[in-house]
């Protein structure tokens, strides 16, 4: 089975640092990469996608892909409180599976 | 509004009682799909839907069934509930399989089985 991981354990940053987060897959043959927001007890929100290698900046987000390596990162500048959260990693697999990480908590301390 | 809409929201049950778990989306989306999301495991894919009349398995199918008569409603059925399936259930949809569009989330449904 394909699998998507991001390393575990909550990340705090402090108010206006960098949040970075990673997230590994190993399909290789997958082409289109998505970056998803959770509140808690809340439902996924997509923040970011991403198809082609290199960098894709939207707002305070970045996402970096490298398909050689099979990793796709998310950076958050200017971290928020608003941004204390789960961020999921998804990476569609054929033509009909999202494939999702178990999520990396975010806490942004002010 | 552009929404995908689930009902109930909140379900408590005892093991053995049928449910329906609904799913609407008003978008106009050929793919539809079930992932339950269980604390250390992540969302999984229970079942999807390419089109209408056109299911299939995801990562976690046993205790579960779908139907797609209609392109909006795609509903989560339990014949048998078991305590196992107690878990946080989201309905998702997209324009087509995933490809490079946003998928659309329901706000979820909590189902307790006891």
């Known amino acids: 089975q394909k699998e998507v991981e991001q390393n575990s354990g909550p990340l705090s940053v402090p108010e206006g640092a960098i949040a970075s987060l990673n997230c590994t897959y190993s399909?290789?043959?997958?082409?289109?990469f998505f970056w998803y927001r959770q509140y808690s007890g809340k439902s996924p929100e997509l923040i970011m996608s991403i198809y082609s290698n290199g960098d894709k900046e939207d707002g305070r987000f970045t996402a970096q892909l490298n398909k050689a390596s099979q990793y796709v990162s998310l950076l958050i500048r200017d971290s928020q409180p608003s941004d204390s959260a789960t961020y999921l990693c998804a990476v569609r697999e054929g033509n009909n599976r999202l494939a999702f990480g178990k999520g990396n908590q975010v806490v942004v301390i002010p | 509004e552009a929404q995908v809409t689930q009902n109930p929201r909140y379900l408590i049950t005892v093991t053995g009682k049928k449910l329906t778990v609904t799913c609407s989306q008003n978008m106009n989306h050929e793919y539809m799909s079930w992932y339950r999301q269980d604390p250390g495991l992540g969302l999984r894919q229970i079942y999807y839907s390419m089109n209408v009349e056109v299911t299939d398995k995801g990562d976690v199918p046993e205790g579960y069934k779908v139907s797609r008569k209609e392109k909006r409603n795609f509903p989560l059925i339990l014949e048998s509930p078991s305590p196992n399936q107690t878990s946080l259930y989201f309905c998702?949809?997209?324009?087509?399989?995933?490809?490079?569009?946003?998928?659309?989330f329901g706000q979820g449904t909590r189902l307790t089985v006891v």
């Open positions: 998702a949809s997209s324009l087509w399989g995933f490809m490079n569009t946003e998928a659309f």
């Open positions: 399909d290789r043959g997958s082409q289109s």
